[in-house]
């Protein structure tokens, strides 16, 4: 294509600029946004206005509770069983784009086996998990999954579990690596343990060989827009959530930990630099019982850690190495027994001489059974005057924007803990109508998949397409003088 003449060039090249006018919309592939402190104070926003709706239905006792994500679509005016992908619109802070599967058909899961990582069968969780395009994974009844290797979920998937009990237990659990747009709500993920040293599938045209996994219970790699809600995590080899090698835009929220050691590791290692973009909110979480430390331990980025329950711990709650910011706002921490781990906070590794220029801030917190926060990092009213500027609910509120961590309608964790009571979160999915619901016997229809009756997901994959033909069409029109000439002319 070497001799094309300019003429054949610009007009090849008009419909590619109108191309990517189209495809700018696109959100970038770093998914950091410029001003955290905007998206502290959009979720403040939140959850006042829905603390409003609250008050004015009679100030509680009802469907509202005060807490956005849940008032969000529990209280729409519809079943949430008719109407699921709901859900993928009420997705608050660093997260909150997160589109899971939204827009794309329904695939029902309805068998628990993992015999084949290369080759899985059709209606397990795994042949769900590798499909491209969106998809919005459900259960068709109360399952255990063993998994043998890491579930490498793929883009635009929510794993919705509402509606059955559903456990990933035993064996390896949960990867996102280079993916993006992921949900993961109302699941069991604990006892996991390290896998690999064999091959997985990762979509339906390739799978490749896995080095051996760490064992946590969600593993973030490289991933952003990605939403964990209403999970009750323990007992994993490694961390139960952890999320590294420069994933950001994450929320992890209406969760459940307990039983574990190195609870939430964000961040990859002091080194690694880009971890300096990643943006995490840790929101409405009860820290339960028999936890250890990070609760998150953070890395370079911005922490948002806000309206969580953090019964005790046995070394820290919250620590960071690297120069992480730390945004700790309406948060009760109620200190061990032990004199010794009193304090909420650790500088991992640092010297004072260090930390003490770090921006680690407490406001609205509660402080229990002798706790204390130790802030640090000069100008904190100049650098935190944005995020502040709708006040932070206070650690006074925790308890009812807490009441529903964990799986919906069951224990916390092996009956430790009350189930949110009142709510009849299983539901019963068997009457005709939208959503799922289809006649089939077990609410999901005769064939196991119903599309959304809404939303248009082929779009993004056309985007996608898009912008790869643009990049290679201005490789095609080297060299780069010819295309600023091109472009110059009038």
Known sequence: MAGASKSSRIIFLLPLLLLGATASSLPLLNASVADPDAVVADFHREVARSRRRMQEAGGGGGCMTGNPIDDCWRCAGTNWWEDRQRLGDCGIGFGRNALGGKGGPYY?????????????????????????????????????????????????????????????????????????????????????????????????????????????????????????????????????????????????????????????LLGHSDGYAPDSGMQVTVAFNHFGVGLVQRMPRCRRGYFHIVNNDYTAWEMYAIGGSAGPTINSQGNRYIAPANPNAKEVTKRVDTEEGQWNGWNWRTEGDMMVNGAFFVPSGE????????????????????????????????????????????????????????????????????????????????????????????????????????????????
């Open 379 to 490: 100008g904190l009213e100049a650098i935190y005057d944005k995020a502040s500027s709708v006040d932070p609910k206070s650690a006074a509120l925790v308890d009812q924007l807490t009441m529903g961590a964990g799986v919906l309608g069951g224990p916390r964790d092996n009956g430790e803990a009350a189930a949110y009571a009142g709510v009849n979160y299983a539901g019963s999915a068997t009457g005709s109508g939208g959503g799922v619901a289809g006649g089939g016997g077990n609410g999901y229809g005769y064939l196991g998949m119903v599309y959304a009756s809404s939303g248009d997901w082929s779009c993004r994959s056309c985007s996608m397409l898009w912008l790869t033909t643009l990049v290679l069409a201005l490789i095609w029109l080297h060299p780069l003088s010819d295309l600023i000439e091109i472009i110059m002319i009038q």
């Open 108 to 264: 029902v899961v309805t068998d628990p086996s993992d015999r084949d990582p290369v080759n899985p069968s059709p209606g397990t969780l795994r042949h769900a998990a590798i499909q491209e395009g969106p998809l919005w994974i459900v259960f068709a009844r109360d399952m255990t999954i063993r998994l043998n290797e890491e579930l490498l979920v793929n883009s635009y998937k929510t794993l919705d579990g509402r509606g059955a009990s559903v456990h990933v237990a035993g064996g390896a659990c949960i990867t996102l690596q280079y993916v993006s747009n992921v949900i993961i709500h109302n699941l069991h993920v604990h006892d996991c343990v390290p896998a690999g040293d064999a091959n997985v599938r990762s979509s339906p045209t390739h799978a490749g060989w896995r080095t051996r996994s760490d064992g946590d219970g969600i593993s973030l790699f490289s991933a952003r827009e990605v939403w964990v809600d209403h999970c009750a995590l323990w007992r994993c080899a490694d961390g139960l959530v952890d999320a590294i090698m420069g994933s950001t835009a994450v929320t992890v929220s209406n969760s459940y930990f307990a039983h574990h050691d190195e609870v939430m």
